[in-house]
């Protein structure tokens, strides 16, 4: 059994103000690597409490480290600190998780007439991959656990690729490939109680600040980390990119 986190960054609204980009990323995890993952996590966990005094119970939320909002108790901890977690996290995220995969779709929300539709477009592309990948990859089935989202959308969704699922041929038309090695519907975490979902956080945080550079936090290199994370990335999700972000 495989066992795919997900996270967004951004939201899919489309306003004037908004991030440009919606961004969907998943991690995909073996069952059999479940448990040293997690106590990879925890010895991390353990030294940045040591050195920065950041509590292991505390979730790490990647855009509240770099501009607080909601996140209290990082009030407590200086902004060039916070800065280096979420760089040691990046750096990690490959050794932790080294023989996991990672999925992302970024997409441009212009190309879009509505929210809704971005998102569940996001989410259709995820879902593809993430099955193809199944399939052709580890020959395995395997369930989604997403943070809090609109989970009744993305079930029906869900359930309909199961029976419907049209991709594009090379040869011009479309053909069915039902996602059918992804079981159950979706199972949703809050993230402040799962580092899995937290890791993905990070991840789909630093692909938008790549995306999305601001100028005031190129003297950290934020908008270069993401490109640390390429040895477990999916490559194979979207031939086209260099990383492999599924764009369309």
Known sequence: MHILYVDESGDPGIHKYGSPYFILSGLVVSQDEWQKYLERIKKFRQSVKE?????????????????????????????????????????????????????NVCLKKTDFTSP????????????????????????????????????????????????????????????????????EDLFQRNSNSSYFIQTVDVVAHLLYRKEFPKGSLKKYGIEKLFDTLEPILLKEASRGDTFGVVRK
Not at 74 to 94: G, T
Not at 159 to 174: C, D, L
């Open 51 to 103: 050195r920065y005094g950041l509590l292991i119970r505390e979730e790490i939320h990647a855009s509240e480290l770099i501009r607080i909002n909601k996140i209290k108790s990082y009030q407590q901890i200086r902004k060039a600190d916070r800065i280096k977690i979420l760089q040691e996290y990046c750096i990690q995220i490959p050794v932790i998780f080294d023989t996991a995969k990672i999925i």
């Open 116 to 183: 809704e539709q971005v998102q569940l477009t996001a989410w259709n592309r995820l879902i593809q991959r993430y099955d193809t990948y199944l399939k052709k990859g580890v020959k395995d089935k395997g369930i989604i656990v997403s943070d809090d989202t609109d989970g009744h959308k993305i079930m029906r969704l869900l359930r309909k690729m199961r029976i419907y699922n049209p991709v594009p041929s090379h040869f011009g038309s479309a053909y069915n490939s039902p996602t059918d090695n992804i079981i």
